[in-house]
């Protein structure tokens, strides 16, 4: 009787569909990421049950914490036309260099006359930077103001779509720095804005 | 690397030295390792909790006299909000009625919120309306804390005011400002 033969079989797997599989992920998350904005300040966002999500795109964030505003929008020609406006405004010139600079910002909060030295400064030294916030307590020095004024116009004349507002807090801040800010924003008549919170956890019901 | 030598081994004794074929097969293990390498990497530096938005509106601060509707003392309650995550409530007008301190959360506020629009339901056939007044010592978290209460009870009708000085005065005498 002849001897059944065991086959030997080779012991590697054929991985091309695994690595396709891998790299199609991979790619996915790589266009899915966004990176992550620092906040200058440490900013703890309250929780709350509304699911409802903020959207990508067309949003100007004021982030609020320890009393200082800062400011973001979306959109790089957003950014540097609205910079363009308000160096015509407060007659402050701009290079192209610092336009270009500034369209890459995320997030800033200097007073105008501060930022064109603000923009000339390189990434480590912009970290380490201490910034004050932008005005916007008194009404003869309401950069802020302006800010979201020519911003607002921008979008209009850029994308024709109006900005959507929103105010992102941190937990302990007081309410009259709130409530200063909620007086800038209606008396430009944005009666309507939304406030970023996060999802309640589990923990605390 | 993980792979076993199959072939049967020594059967080219003799004949010609044939140039060897190397095999076209790479092995991927390496890149795939890689691969889902930097998928960890990228998942877990996505933010998974994507913040929410909460929509607010304020009321409009011009004057409109033509459109505005008086809303009957019985049917308002009024919240202030004082230091130390405490808050005030009371139906009606400042100073006629007591005002009541309570906690933000589900024993507290939401209770109340639920019970009052109840009664007020009941004895008017209307709905409550609730004016929220933050006082100065009073956080961004219970203001949004206060806000979410709202939506959770679903009342219809609530607005943020500003606090007047009779009623810092009541916040003031319970020892919450």
Redesign the interface.
Known sequence: MPRVKVQ?????ID??A??DV??L??TF??L???P?VEDPVPVD??A????????DDNMLMLT?GQGKVFFSVDGNDIRMQTLTQMGDKYGVKFTDEQKVKFSGLPIFGVPMKQLAGYLDLNGEERKKFQQTGIPYDTTANNELSDWIREARKVDVSLHNKALRI?I????????????KL?GV??RQ?I?????????KGGTK? | M???D?SGGGKHKGGKVRSKKASTRV???A??DL??L??TF??L???L??????????????EHNDDQLAVAASRSMTLL?GANNKVEWFIGEPGKSQPTTDNYG?DGLRKTLIEKGKEIQQSTGKYMVVLIK????????????T??EM??TGVQSYA?V?ILPAELELLKRDGNY
């Not at chain 2, 913040?51 to 409009?60: R, V």
């Open positions: 030997r079989k080779s012991t590697s991985m091309t695994m690595c891998a790299f992920l991979l998350f790589i899915t990421a966004k992550r966002i309250p709350a049950t509304t699911e409802i999500p903020i959207p609020v929103s992102k807090g941190d937990n302990k801040e007081e309410y009259p720095t709130i409530k909620i924003l209606q008549k009666n309507k804005f939304a406030l970023i919170t996060t999802v019901k | 993980a792979e076993l199959t092995d991927l293990t890149m795939v691969a889902f930097l998928i990228f998942m530096t996505t933010t909790s994507k913040p929410k938005a909460m929509d607010l509106a304020m009321p409009d601060k011009e909000l589900k933050p006082s100065d010592k009073s956080t961004y978290k219970n203001v949004v804390d806000i979410d939506n959770i943020i500003d």
